[in-house]
Structures are given as C-alpha cells and as structure tokens.
C-alpha cells in the first residue's frame, strides 16, 4: 500500500523497541505527515454508524450470474508471486520468496460474538459438509491492478449459518493470525497486527462472498492466505484477510487494519469504485495482469463500479452515499 521505502525507513522498528503509546502515536503521524494527507482530511464518519442496509432479496439467477467470468485468467505464477501479506514482508515478491514457516495444520477458528453457537472449531469441522467449488473472480487492488483468478472456496453464508447469528449480528469481524514465529515480519509494525477486516452483515452472507480455501484446483499457497481466506470481489483486494483465525458476530463497524492505520485512504465499504478516488491516486483505470506474459504493463482499463458486480450487489448500497462511505 504505502511506497516500499516509507515502510521500510518510517516503520521498519521491532515492535519491542516500541516502549509506550507516545512513540507510536509519533510514528503515526509522521507517516501521515509522509504520506502528505492533511490531518483534517481524517474520516470524520470513522466512529459514526451509516444507515441501516436496504432489506433486498438476490435470485439464484442474478447472483450465479457473477460466479464466473469468461475474460482471460491471471496465470497460476503472478498470482502467486504478486502479493500482498504484509506479515511476510511489505515487498510484492517477499511473500512467495518466505520461508514456509506457517503451519496450516491443525487450524482452528474461534468463532463468537452475536451468535447462538460460538465455539472454537478445526477448519474441517468448519467445512464439514460444504464442498469447494470454483468461482473465477475479477480481483481489483486498491493500489490500480487486478487479476482474474480461479479460486477453490465455500460460499461465507453457510459457514456463519451453522453458528446462527442473532438479530444483533449486524456486522462480522474476521481476525488473521498474527504469530512473529510463523509470520517474521509480525516482529515490525508495518500494520498494527494482527490484521483486521469486516463487512455488513448482509455482504457476508451474500451469495457471491466465500472463504477460498484453493486456487487453480490446488490449496492455497502460504502467500495467498493458506489455510483460509476471504475473498469479496466487488471490494478492493485488501478486504480479502489471508489465513483467518477468529470470527465474530458484532452489533457495530468493526475496526480494520488498513482503516486503523490510514482513516482517511481506507474506509470500511472500500466498494470498488471508479467515481472515488484514492486521496493520493485516480482510481478510474487499472492494469490487468493477466494473459501469457502477465504484463505487468499492460494498457490501463477503465474500472467498473463494484468491480463489474453492480447487477448482483448494486442493491445493497440503495440509499447509502457511497462518497461518505467509501
Ligand atoms: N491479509 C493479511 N492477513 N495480511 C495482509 O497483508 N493484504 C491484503 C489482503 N489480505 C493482507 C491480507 C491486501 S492489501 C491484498 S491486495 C490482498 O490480500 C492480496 O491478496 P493476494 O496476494 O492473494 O492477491
């Protein structure tokens, strides 16, 4: 997200030298002094809740309609080579050139909050009865490429059913592991660890959200998120929190990462969408890797609003400005 060198220079201190708040609060707004993002420009809806989502039924029809995409697939080595995990290293290369120190068996989620049937459970137990099935997504990187990818995964809803939200659940909190044995870059605070992401409630039991557990037929790779992740195409990529280890049901807007550390460049929609800007870049084109060469320099393509999602998720945003709640 931020340059590789601001990173590295402004942030790259072992969270153990970190002493006390002041510090960080200081390295805080150094970055943001940095990243030239006027302190006035800070979410002021951050804390403030947006209404309440429109009550809107999807057909089995419309939402299969997005499952599948005809254009050209992002080859397996770009995908998995051209990353972002941020607990591997802050570089697009460092992820796949790790260590494979992440040990993705056993694997257990915790799942709580605003449900009938918290508990922590094994990733099989999780999956039990659900089959994988693939869904070829367009993918859009806040930072202007994309990818087409074929990912293996569950549809989310059937997974938080089984844990029978209550009427309060109005949101879900997804957590990643944050372990400095298994993730080494954990030891330096290029994010305030561990990762954190959210969606509305109805967005996570919509039918086009799963938690991909494979991509081109195979389980997923260390550096794409293995054991589980969640992958939302119609929201910029970094709302696809890799290797998920909790889960909650929670009445309010969730805190997430990339929002906790830059308010004002991340909100908690991050809809893909053309007609709101990064506030340091346009986003109104992208560079699609994909084809044989995975041209990293292909021509810029004009972005869609939702990603090209509007017809099967365009309705759960009736009535919300999508400025304000970017
Ligand atoms: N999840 C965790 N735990 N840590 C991360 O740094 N990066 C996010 C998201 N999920 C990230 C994460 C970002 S910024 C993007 S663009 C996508 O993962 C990238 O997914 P990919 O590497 O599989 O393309």
């Given at each position: 997200?931020?340059?590789?060198?601001?990173?590295?220079?402004?942030?790259?201190?072992?969270?153990?030298?970190?002493?006390?708040?002041?510090?960080?609060?200081?390295?805080?707004?150094?970055?943001?002094?940095?990243?030239?993002t006027?302190?006035?420009?800070?979410?002021?809806?951050?804390?403030?809740?947006?209404?309440?989502?429109?009550?809107?039924?999807?057909?089995?029809?419309?939402?299969?309609?997005?499952?599948?995409?005809?254009?050209?697939?992002?080859?397996?080595?770009?995908?998995?080579?051209?990353?972002?995990?941020?607990?591997?290293?802050?570089?697009?290369?460092?992820?796949?050139?790790?260590?494979?120190?992440?040990?993705?068996?056993?694997?257990?989620?915790?799942?709580?909050?605003?449900c009938?049937?918290?508990?922590?459970?094994?990733?099989?137990?999780?999956?039990?009865?659900?089959?994988?099935?693939?869904?070829?997504?367009?993918?859009?990187?806040?930072?202007?490429?994309?990818?087409?990818?074929?990912?293996?995964?569950?549809?989310?809803?059937?997974?938080?059913?089984?844990?029978?939200?209550?009427?309060?659940?109005?949101?879900?909190?997804?957590?990643?592991l944050?372990?400095?044995?298994?993730?080494?870059?954990?030891?330096?605070?290029?994010?305030?660890?561990?990762y954190?992401?959210?969606?509305?409630?109805?967005?996570?039991?919509?039918?086009?959200?799963?938690?991909?557990?494979g991509?081109?037929?195979?389980?997923?790779?260390?550096?794409?998120?293995?054991?589980?992740r969640?992958?939302?195409?119609?929201?910029?990529?970094?709302?696809?929190?890799?290797?998920?280890?909790?889960?909650?049901?929670?009445?309010?807007?969730?805190?997430?990462?990339?929002?906790?550390?830059?308010?004002?460049?991340?909100?908690?929609?991050?809809?893909?969408?053309?007609?709101?800007?990064?506030?340091?870049?346009?986003?109104?084109?992208?560079?699609?890797?994909?084809?044989?060469?995975g041209?990293?320099?292909?021509?810029?393509?004009?972005?869609?609003?939702?990603?090209?999602?509007?017809?099967?998720v365009?309705?759960?945003?009736?009535?919300?400005?999508?400025?304000?709640?970017f």
């Amino acid at each position: 997200m931020f340059p590789r060198h601001v990173l590295r220079d402004a942030l790259r201190i072992p969270a153990a030298e970190v002493t006390d708040e002041t510090v960080y609060r200081q390295r805080r707004r150094l970055l943001t002094a940095l990243v030239g993002t006027p302190a006035l420009a800070l979410s002021a809806c951050s804390r403030a809740e947006p209404p309440a989502p429109p009550k809107v039924a999807i057909t089995p029809a419309q939402a299969k309609s997005g499952f599948r995409t005809d254009e050209e697939l992002t080859r397996y080595q770009d995908v998995t080579s051209y990353n972002n995990f941020y607990e591997f290293g802050t570089g697009k290369n460092d992820p796949s050139r790790a260590p494979r120190t992440l040990r993705t068996s056993p694997w257990t989620v915790t799942v709580g909050g605003e449900c009938a049937k918290p508990g922590k459970i094994s990733l099989e137990d999780l999956l039990k009865g659900l089959k994988p099935e693939e869904r070829i997504y367009r993918m859009r990187c806040v930072e202007g490429w994309s990818m087409v990818i074929p990912w293996l995964g569950v549809p989310l809803a059937d997974v938080l059913k089984k844990f029978e939200p209550t009427s309060k659940a109005k949101y879900v909190a997804f957590t990643s592991l944050a372990d400095p044995k298994q993730m080494p870059e954990v030891r330096y605070r290029s994010i305030n660890w561990p990762y954190r992401e959210g969606l509305r409630i109805d967005e996570a039991m919509h039918p086009l959200t799963i938690l991909a557990t494979g991509l081109y037929g195979k389980a997923l790779p260390q550096q794409n998120g293995a054991p589980l992740r969640l992958v939302v195409p119609w929201k910029y990529g970094f709302k696809g929190i890799k290797s998920i280890i909790e889960i909650n049901f929670v009445e309010t807007m969730p805190e997430t990462a990339w929002h906790d550390l830059q308010p004002s460049e991340y909100g908690f929609f991050s809809n893909v969408n053309p007609n709101v800007d990064h506030p340091r870049w346009s986003q109104k084109t992208e560079r699609r890797i994909a084809g044989k060469t995975g041209n990293l320099f292909a021509e810029r393509i004009p972005t869609r609003i939702f990603n090209g999602y509007a017809p099967q998720v365009a309705s759960l945003y009736t009535g919300l400005d999508l400025k304000k709640w970017f």
